[in-house]
């Protein structure tokens, strides 16, 4: 007896879920007309849409790195972002080279990138230029968070670097194409970040690097903040009171994108928020696109469509449809007790006055 040898690798597409979903409902697939396409695609939107009513889509939750702005009290979620899991507040260390001459950069004054004035900048004559650290002798850093304060608006393809001896550098993480906003933080968390005596950041779209701070961190350490209701917050008699630590935030569901508004409003622009947040499934695209969903979860997707589908098509028995409503339900149910992590839980009641 033979076996494939792989795991996970057969491809389902939009277009497959549409085929087995007219089958089941009574139909050959290439009786579907382009309209009834469309609408099987967009029902399939409409269920992985309502998914995250039903509960944490464990393979949706992401995280972001906020570093907070000066006077600055509300800050964006990203699009399709649905709620907040865990926010913390962030504060690290950042390491100094043991001399004077640890900063360097191909052109522009390095120094500027590294001395907590976000007022000066390392402005470069050249494209594909870099700002560089060296930490010195026998002096190996672990860097597990970089950022980067723009002093510029634009696209730009930067790389982290690291190097031993200065002369030969290996890659640390490549973020790909970003847009800068001048002013504005970017915070990447290294998840196997290295112990070495150089790093830098490099260039490599052709663009003229400009940058206010260039932040090698580690030793993060994490507060959690607490959550406010909208009452609490909207009856703060003072929304604008500034701190070091804001510890409080309220979370405001609105559209296009929801919004934290933190309380109080930081005033130091070198801490950092750390926010756990559940998003929505990626849009489904064209019919020969992937879904975003684990394999788990293909069967129930699979028997929740052909179910919508059987609604919308034309001539489908009634005792069908409710056939594939219970198969529907049944596969869900399946999927759904299986979302877990299974690790250890603790309850924790809090009494107090509920407000809503």
Known sequence: MAYSGTVGTTVINVQTYIDHGARRAGKLAEELT?????????????????????????????KKIYGVQPDK???????????????????????TP???GGYTASSGVAANAFDSDIDTKCTQSAPNGNIAVDYGTDNTVYVGSIGIMPGVTGSFNVVFEVSDDGVMWTSLYAPGVTAWVDGEWLWYDIETGANTQYYRMRETGGNTLSVRELYFGN????????????????????????????????FDRTIPQASIYLWPVPSDPFVQMTVWYSRQIMDV????????IPQRWQYAIQAMLAHQMAL???????????????????????AEQEERDKSPIYFAPAIGVYTR
Not at 221 to 250: C, G, H, S, V
Not at 312 to 334: C, S, T, W
Request: hydrophobic share 35%; aromatic share 12%.
């Open 73 to 95: 009290a509300v800050y964006d979620l990203p699009v399709g972002g649905n709620d907040v899991l865990q926010a913390l507040y962030r504060r690290m260390n950042r390491p």
């Open 34 to 62: 382009s309209e009834q396409q469309i609408s099987a695609r967009e029902s399939l939107y409409y269920l992985l849409s309502n998914l995250i009513n039903m509960g944490i889509q464990y393979w949706c939750i992401s």
């Open 219 to 250: 030793n993060a350490t994490e507060i959690t903040m607490a959550r406010l209701n909208r009452d609490d917050y909207t009856n703060l008699p003072n929304k604008n009171f500034t701190a070091n630590q804001p510890f409080q935030y309220w």
């Open 98 to 100: 043991n001399s004077t």
């Open 285 to 292: 695209g064209a019919l020969t696109n992937e879904l975003e």
């Open 312 to 334: 919308e098509l034309p001539g489908v028995d009634m005792q069908r449809i409710l056939y594939l409503e219970a198969q529907a339900e049944k596969a869900f149910n399946l």
